[in-house]
């Protein structure tokens, strides 16, 4: 298996992801769960999948560690790359990793301008420019739809193809938006392009595509999530 066969292969072609139209960017997008299900392994493909294809991801760590992100990636990437022979896998990971830097807040820390101020500093700097960010840990329960305009802004004016978030949801929290998108971002509907939910509540657990404003490329498209591997898998 080659580089080429694992970026045709993977489950995320379903959403379109890689696909521009008329040369716009692709949207926010958002993984949601309960808490310790899987968003970090999720948002970690993601990003190995814009890694693969040459674009280059800043993944915006909130109130974890850098080596905790680093290993994130390591055990995904061995992962994905199961099939591929160990001479090759062992080729392309220094320029795959090449593609991605991680950038680490506290919670209290983090907020919007101070991202852009750390970015716009790497940019002018010559040192990164990234096409995509990922951001793991950002706190939803006082967020607005405002503030995501924010963020939307951020990447339209930065040029970038797409902003990646988590968001923890609760059981006991039943409120929810028409689209099925579950609180605390049941009221941000309009902000996100593509919105994934884990759920656990069946036999299997399955990746929910709530929302996908490219999945007309694969309309029928279900996806499932491994818990034992953390890996997505198409059904």
Known sequence: MTKEDLIQSNPLRALGLGEKTDGKNQGMG???ARAGLGKTAILVQIALDFMMRGDKVLHVSIGESIDKARSWYTDIFLLTTADMADAERREIEPEVMRNRMIMTFKESAFGLAKL????????????????????DGYDFS?????????????????????IWFS?????????VSETGIPAPCHEMDEMFASVLFIN?????????????????IDASAKLAFDPSTMLISKT
Request: include cysteine; proline fraction near 3%.
């Open 30 to 32: 958002l993984v949601m």
């Open 167 to 175: 968001a923890v949801s609760h059981r006991g929290d039943k409120r």
């Open 116 to 135: 852009e101020e750390r970015l716009d500093d790497l940019v002018k700097q010559d040192v990164y420019k990234p096409n995509c960010l990922i951001v």
């Open 142 to 162: 006082d967020s607005k739809a405002t503030d995501m305009q924010g963020f939307i802004d951020l990447m339209e004016s930065r040029d970038l193809d797409a």
């Open 200 to 216: 656990p509540e069946t036999e299997a657990i399955k990746l929910d595509i709530i929302k996908c404003t490219a999945c007309e």
